[in-house]
């Protein structure tokens, strides 16, 4: 079989039909392929007949038997027809083995396959995660192009299914079926991108493994789920670790600069060319920047450190070569350790290990220096182990150890394992070579070895010794004579030629034994081996040409033989000799120089350590084992320059904070998560709160829209922003729309008896009234200046007090509009009217704008501008919606929550919250209700009315109220359904506990008297100049805190002004902007926590561009 | 990831062949017996061999060659610690891992390779969700599976799988309950002809057999946990709380498991419990040489030394050796040259010595170097780095644990240049 079967594998991986073909064959034994085939025939017989029994037991046995010709690689594939037939079992053990033999032969009888995959779709609909599992398995697992559609459909299904251990399954799904047909490559790439926000410890590693398999060029798909990995990191199974580690080794690659110290002059002014370049970091020192690492860059360093105490020797060396390659090299230190532990372990482990130490110690002595002793040679260790040892210790070689090393040398030169000798010998010529100190020493050990009796050893030394005697030409002589005589003894070809070249290089310094020593070759020239007689001749040319008085005959006589010779490379060097040396007519120019050609100095070899250039390739993978680029290897990048933008990593600080976390450890860590992503916004200005924010509303109502967004913000064009705010803004009126529709039906009937409540159902038009006026006045005017427009506004809004969510609706447009006043003129009014009417379809028949209304408003506005606190319309903001259950934790009910900034109808001290139930499973979810309130003493809640039914794909929002005492502690509750309970909580943003007042200048600054000292906190901040426009500073504000603006006098001064929602104690916010580009944020209120709290969420909003 | 894997017995036979993605002919082994032969020895093979379309990467245990076929980059570690997990789990189910018992239990053995790997890449390799999978065969249980009919398969996800403590099952009982700990440390060391230290490490590990109800979580603690230089844990192990304060503490697995292993640096002075006496000399004018070794105790805290076994690879020019000891038995190989010598105890008032000539073989020269001596030895009772264990504390379940904590210390690779 061997020669047959490997003259194939030449061919093998060209295609499989033939290969299963070929091993079809090849398993038959010699007996003749026909006997034998007619004895299996009769064989299968009684297992087919096994097979079609009633009892499961025969069934069993016959599958047994059938999967043991499978592993002993005998051909079962006729039995086919009667195997599938039980793929339906319901014995599980045979339906288990029957799905073996399928995997193993569905390639080969597709369409017999294709019997068994209406059980598979079946079963993908399996309650039993096991066997949803195991069918996705198979059904992924068979190799029938024609059921690719069917797997791409499994696989969709099941990345999106409960069962976090199926959709581990549909990873590995993912692999399989890019493999069979990679045009789905882009499909699957959409899959991998779902999979990769899965937040469960058991899909990460199959998910980055799909990942590095189908599209390891997508980095982009990685960055929003880089800190998530990091931080899973530790608990993820120790496979998926080394795949997420070596991926997240060249995520870094490319993302971070490099934290290596680069010694070059011209590097460093280079970096601090690019320095002034972006303005953003400190530039503080011109001539040389300090360094600092990427926060993000440095969580991957600090998480990985605990797995150096894995377990499994993958794992650790996965994080050692993290170090060596994205590690400061000052830290990189600790990892040698944990490597220096590996080698007690299997020969394997071993030799992996220790080529990657031999590596590491050419470029960094120090790391391993500590350990020097644990490399030293044991008699009982494999050669391979051996040679690896002793390449280590070579290479960590220097002045202050090499007599330790040397006599450690001693020993090894003494072993019995020849080819280890050797290698020893080798390896003293190194330090000799490398160390001048011991130089001599050396040289003089290796000349004693020259007496050694075994000749292996003795060749060795002889090539060594001339390797060194040609790197200092010195008075070397009586080596070579000792040398010289040696050939006498001497048979390894490789020594005598050493032997000989030395002579014939050192010809001059040895004159009287040269010739003696061509004698003695000439005699013996025939016999020898080819490297040697290329030598003689060398050596012959090399004395004619100095002492030709007395090697002349004998030269010739050896040219003589080496014309004729066998070995056409001796009858040509011959040839060519001769033409040299020799002077006839012909030979021109050249034979002049034929002393120099031949005598020249010729440079001393390096001696090197073959693992110079291993060092190119990443450590700890194949390729690097091999010294040679296996097929998928994919090249480590180097450092970029400039650092890409770090904030494509942020994920929105509620996501983090409110989304399904599978173990309590990663909810710990979500409060400092939060922290920390904010204070890097402080310094990384790219990115907009108002970006961020207005994405995150959007993000968490609608998955899907998540990637594009993404890849977006990268940009951080201006326009963005506004873009997002308006579809914002669309869904937004949707919703409110419904909401209104809602409450209108019950509104009618009451409103209906009082005549006031007429101005409350146009009140959505109040805006635009107010709206329209203004740009009617200002009509001629055509480009109206922000701030004015700005301040008008507020006036406006001070009128409507108490009016709620379709006036708050009309302000939210008109708002809105204001921030795209750059593009609007005179025609500002027309959008306004359109928006409108199509937001509020029932509410508005007809946009009502007689002149009567304004008027009305204007009284409205004298009669409640004499009241000092009053709680005012809140200003519009895009609602931020917040993930209150995932519908992978909620079992396909997923709700949201938002703060709708509307006095709530429950109580007056309690804040609003608005909940959007979602039912994204198929059946209908019933009696949802609320359990199992924990609040903290004080607080209060009140829930909403339990809710039926929700019907598929349904959507419902109910408004509750919950009393949060004007703290920010989070209100506790189950969220419950006919079957399930979910623990669910709302935390409030300090923002959230406020409701907007109106009042005017003076009224401010009164209270504001009242509210010094311990009830004033304040800051200074530094405002980047784009923030100086009052709009945006106005939108800035209220996007965090739900305030009112108060009119200001002043171009530079902002005033906000609203009241806690519990104890109704003021907060009043004052902005002012001062010269160049500092501002100073004061906030006067009683509750002195809050107002802290609160002044701590508005720096770096307002600080940042 | 891994494509298929064959099983290789010392004869060169494919006894078992595994494919997780398409088949690969197994001829592609014939690069790996290519370089068996090149190697001469099993233990020289490369473990990881290039062939024009495929990698080979080998694991070498218990005779048997575990040959794992790659076909694109991965890191070789990876593979090659997934082979020792097969290995460690074929011993677990089988007690032994041998050519026979595989071939005897080889449906088991295919169910259980198909559960570890999906696609290549490795799906479930914890044990204890393995056992629950796929039962391990037992006498008892073929019994009852033949008379009732159920089947070694789980039909179940194991819990384990999604819990957060995926190496613990959930409702474990126990009538006795039960903790024990071994402390077992090994002295690696080179001494050197004078009798001198050339390097001495230790290193140790924490063996554990808990059978424990319910989902009890331990705390150990040591005396002087400074001794630690480099350790290692079971996955079950709290890093941080390991970190802040020294202290192991976890949820143990059920049943055996290695809870820790440790280093103890070489900066500390490794006290040697064993001196060996060596007397061995050949001469050049006769073919006879002088053999004899004394074995003695040193440092050893008053413990016995007990088990010790002196082996030793002789120079190739040895013919035969005649011996004789003054307690235990020797042996000779004279195809392998391979000198035994089991010692027994060591009673220091009366020195273990074994004394006689060495014969070579005519006409060959004086070999130019001693056999180094390879010593194998137990001390009950001890660790020899002085690591003691303070307390243990069981939290989370109601029940008194008995606790049980032995210490041992063995010889490592030890060995003696003479």
Not at chain 1, 390 to 395: D, K, M, R
Not at chain 1, 898 to 922: E, Y
Not at chain 2, 15 to 32: A, G, I, M, T
Request: with cysteine; net charge negative.
């Amino acid at each position: 079989m061997s020669s047959n079967s490997f003259a194939y594998n030449e061919q093998s991986g060209g295609g499989e039909a033939t290969e299963l073909g070929q091993e079809a064959t090849s398993t038959i034994s010699p007996s003749g392929a026909f006997g034998l085939f007619s004895s299996d025939l009769k064989k299968n017989e009684d297992l087919k007949q096994m097979l079609e029994s009633n009892k499961d037991s025969a069934k069993l046995d016959a599958m047994k038997r059938i999967v043991g010709m499978i592993a002993k690689g005998k051909n079962a594939s006729e039995l086919f027809p009667a195997v599938v037939k039980n793929v339906a079992s319901k014995n599980i053990e045979i339906k288990k083995l029957v799905y073996v033999y399928l995997v193993r032969y569905a390639e080969e009888q597709q369409d017999l396959a294709l019997l068994s995959i209406s059980t598979f779709q079946r079963a993908l609909k399996d309650p039993n995660q096991l066997i949803r599992a195991s069918a996705l398995r198979v059904l992924s697992s068979i190799r029938v192009p024609i059921i690719v559609p069917i797997m791409m459909l499994a696989i969709k299904e099941a990345a999106a299914d409960l069962s976090p251990y199926v959709r581990k399954n549909a990873a590995h799904a993912i692999q399989k079926l890019y493999s069979l047909d990679p045009e789905q490559k882009e499909m699957l790439i959409e899959v991998i991108e779902k999979l990769l926000k899965d937040k469960s410890i058991l899909v990460a590693g199959s998910v980055v493994m799909a990942f590095e398999e189908v599209c390891p060029d997508r980095i982009d798909l990685i960055h929003k789920n880089y800190r998530k990995l990091c931080n899973l990191l530790v608990d993820v199974e120790e496979w998926g670790q080394v795949v997420i580690i070596h991926m997240l080794t060249r995520y870094a690659r490319t993302q971070f600069v490099s934290p290596w110290r680069e010694d070059d002059g011209l590097e460093d002014n280079e970096k601090s060319f690019y320095d002034s370049d972006d303005e953003q970091k400190e530039k503080t020192d011109k001539r040389k920047k300090p360094y600092t690492m990427d926060p993000d860059h440095r969580l991957l360093i600090r998480n990985t450190k605990p797995l150096l105490q894995s377990r499994n020797a993958a794992v650790v060396m996965a994080v050692a070569q993290l170090y060596w390659h994205i590690s400061p090299k000052s830290e990189a230190g600790i990892i040698s350790k944990s490597l220096v532990r590996l080698l007690r372990s299997n020969r394997e482990v071993q030799y992996i290990v220790l080529q990657n130490i031999a590596t590491m110690s050419i470029q960094r002595k120090g790391m391993f220096e500590p350990y020097l002793k644990s490399f030293y040679v044991r008699s009982t260790d494999p050669t391979m182990i051996k040679t690896l040892k002793l390449e280590i210790l070579t290479n960590l070689a220097n002045e202050a150890n090499i007599s330790t090393l040397l006599r450690e040398f001693q020993t090894y030169v003494k072993s019995q394992d020849k080819q280890f000798a050797a290698a020893t010998i080798q390896t003293i010529g190194r330090c000799a070579a490398n160390i001048s100190e011991v130089t001599d020493t050396c040289l003089s050990g290796l000349v004693c070895l020259l007496s050694n009796r075994d000749e292996i050893v003795v060749a060795e030394s002889v090539v060594v010794i001339k390797k060194l005697l040609q790197m200092q030409p010195a008075q070397h002589g009586e080596i070579i004579k000792h040398m010289a005589k040696l050939l006498d003894s001497i048979t390894v070809p490789v020594a005598r030629a050493s032997i000989l070249w030395l002579i014939g290089e050192n010809c001059e310094r040895v004159p009287k034994i040269a010739p003696d020593v061509l004698r003695k070759m000439a005699k013996s020239f025939t016999s020898e081996d080819d490297l040697v007689k290329l030598q003689i001749l060398n050596l012959g040319a090399k004395l004619y040409l100095t002492n030709s008085k007395q090697t002349k005959l004998l030269t010739q006589y050896i040219l003589n033989l080496g014309k004729y010779d066998q070995n056409y490379d001796i009858r040509d060097r011959t040839r060519f000799i001769r033409q040299l040396i020799v002077p006839n007519e012909k030979s021109g120019a050249l034979s002049k120089y034929a002393k120099k050609i031949f005598l020249a100095q010729k440079p001393a070899p390096l001696l090197e350590s073959p693992f110079k250039d291993r060092d190119h390739f990443q450590l700890g993978t194949l390729s690097h084992t091999l010294n040679a680029k296996a097929a998928g290897y994919l090249e480590l990048s180097n450092w970029p320059e400039v650092a890409p933008d770090p904030s494509v990593r942020n994920v929105e600080v509620i996501d983090l904070a409110k989304e399904w976390t599978p173990a309590g450890k990663a909810k710990n860590e979500n409060p400092t998560k939060k922290f920390y992503s904010e204070s890097e916004e402080e310094e990384d200005s790219s990115d907009s709160s108002s970006d961020s924010g207005s994405e995150s509303g959007s993000e968490s109502g609608e998955e899907d829209e998540e990637g594009d967004s993404s890849e977006d913000s990268s940009e951080d064009s201006s326009s963005e922003p506004e873009s997002e705010s308006g579809r914002q803004s669309d869904t937004e009126n949707r919703r409110v729309a419904k909401r209104n529709s809602k409450t209108k039906g019950k509104g009618d009937s009451k409103d209906e008896k009082k005549e006031n409540e007429k101005s409350k159902t146009s009140d959505s038009s109040n805006a635009e009234s107010s709206s329209v006026e203004e740009s009617s006045s200002d009509s001629e005017s055509e480009s109206e200046s922000e701030s004015e427009s700005e301040s008008r506004k507020v006036t406006k809004e001070k009128e409507k007090k108490t009016k709620q969510d379709r006036n708050r609706l009309a302000t939210d447009v008109s708002l809105l509009d204001l921030d795209d006043c750059e593009y609007w003129d005179a025609s500002v009014l027309v959008p306004c009217l359109v928006v409108n009417p199509v937001s509020t379809p029932v509410a508005l028949p007809t946009p009502a704008l007689s002149p009567s209304l304004i008027a009305d408003l204007e009284g409205l506005n004298l009669s409640t501008s004499s009241s000092v606190i009053s709680v005012s319309t809140p200003v519009f903001v895009p609602m931020k919606t917040h993930v209150l259950l995932h519908r992978m934790s909620g079992k396909g009910l997923a709700a949201h929550y938002s703060f709708p900034r509307q006095p709530c109808i429950f109580g007056d001290k309690m804040v609003s919250v608005q909940i959007t139930l979602n039912n994204t499973t198929d059946k209908k979810i019933e009696n949802i209700h609320i359990r199992e309130k924990k609040l903290p003493i004080g607080m209060q809640m009140h829930v909403f009315n339990p809710i039926e039914s929700l019907e598929p794909e349904g959507s419902i929002t109910v408004s509750m109220g919950i009393d949060f005492c004007d703290s920010t502690q989070t209100a506790s509750f189950q969220l419950c359904t006919k079957d399930d309970c979910f623990s669910v909580n709302i935390q409030p943003p300090v923002g959230e506990l406020l409701l907007p007042v109106a009042m005017s200048e003076k009224d401010f600054k009164k209270e504001q008297g009242m509210l010094t000292g311990m009830n004033e906190t304040s800051a200074t901040i530094i405002a980047a100049p784009q923030n100086f426009p009052p709009s945006v500073i106005l939108q800035k504000v209220i996007n965090v805190a739900n305030a009112g603006v108060v009119p200001s006098g002043q171009d530079n001064i902002h005033r906000f002004a609203a009241k806690t929602v519990h104890s109704g104690s003021l907060m009043l916010v004052t902005v002012e902007l001062k010269e160049g580009s500092t501002a100073q944020l004061i906030i006067n209120t009683e509750k002195t926590v809050i107002g802290s709290v609160l002044l701590r969420e508005l720096k770096p909003v307002l600080s940042q561009g | 990831m891994i494509h298929s894997l064959f099983l290789i017995n010392s004869s060169g036979d494919i006894f078992l062949e595994k494919h997780w993605k398409s088949v690969v002919s197994r001829s592609v082994c014939d690069y790996f017996f290519e370089a068996q032969e090149r190697a001469t020895e099993a233990e020289n093979v490369p473990p990881v061999i290039p062939t024009p379309h495929h990698y080979l990467l080998s694991v070498y245990r218990h005779k048997i060659f575990f040959v794992a076929v790659i076909q694109t980059e991965v890191p070789p570690l990876f593979v090659i610690e997934f082979l020792h997990r097969v290995v460690d789990t074929f011993q677990d189910y089988f007690g032994v891992c041998s050519e026979p018992v595989i071939k005897d239990n080889v449906v088991v053995v295919y169910e259980v390779l198909e559960e570890m790997l999906d696609n290549g890449f490795p799906l479930a390799t914890e044990s204890n969700i393995l056992k629950e999978l796929i039962k391990p065969p037992t006498i008892l249980r073929t019994v009852v599976n033949t008379i009732t009919g159920s089947t070694n398969v789980g039909d179940q996800l194991p819990t384990g799988q999604l819990s957060v403590v995926p190496w613990r099952r959930t409702g474990v009982k126990y009538t006795n309950n039960e903790a024990y700990f071994d402390v077992v440390e090994e002295i690696d060391a080179i001494i050197d002809k004078s009798g001198s230290t050339i390097t001495a490490e230790i290193q140790g590990v924490i063996d554990a057999c808990v059978k424990l109800t319910g989902m009890p979580d331990l705390t150990l603690s040591f005396m002087n946990p400074r001794l630690l230089d480099d350790v290692s844990f079971h996955p079950c192990v709290r890093f941080k709380r390991w970190e802040s304060e020294r202290i192991l503490s976890f949820i143990p697995p059920d049943g055996n498991f290695r809870l820790l292993s440790y280093h103890v640096s070489a900066q500390n002075l490794v006290a040697i419990p064993v001196y060996v006496k060596h007397n061995i000399s050949f001469r050049d004018s006769s073919s006879l040489g002088r053999f004899e070794i004394t074995v003695g105790p040193k440092q050893t805290m008053g413990k016995t030394i007990e088990g010790v076994i002196v082996t030793s690879q002789m120079p190739k020019g040895v013919l035969n050796m005649s011996l004789s000891p003054s307690q235990g038995t020797h042996t000779f190989d004279p195809v392998t040259k391979m000198l035994s010598w089991d010692v027994g105890k060591i009673n220091p008032q009366k020195l273990p010595s074994l004394k006689g000539t060495v014969s070579l073989q005519a006409g060959a020269s004086r070999p130019d170097e001693n056999p180094t001596i390879n010593l194998q030895f137990k001390i009950q009772q001890l660790a020899i780095s002085g690591l003691k264990v303070n307390r243990l504390d069981m939290y989370g379940e109601k029940y008194k644990p008995f606790k049980g904590i032995k210490y041992m210390t063995k010889a490592g690779k030890f060995q003696v240049r003479t």
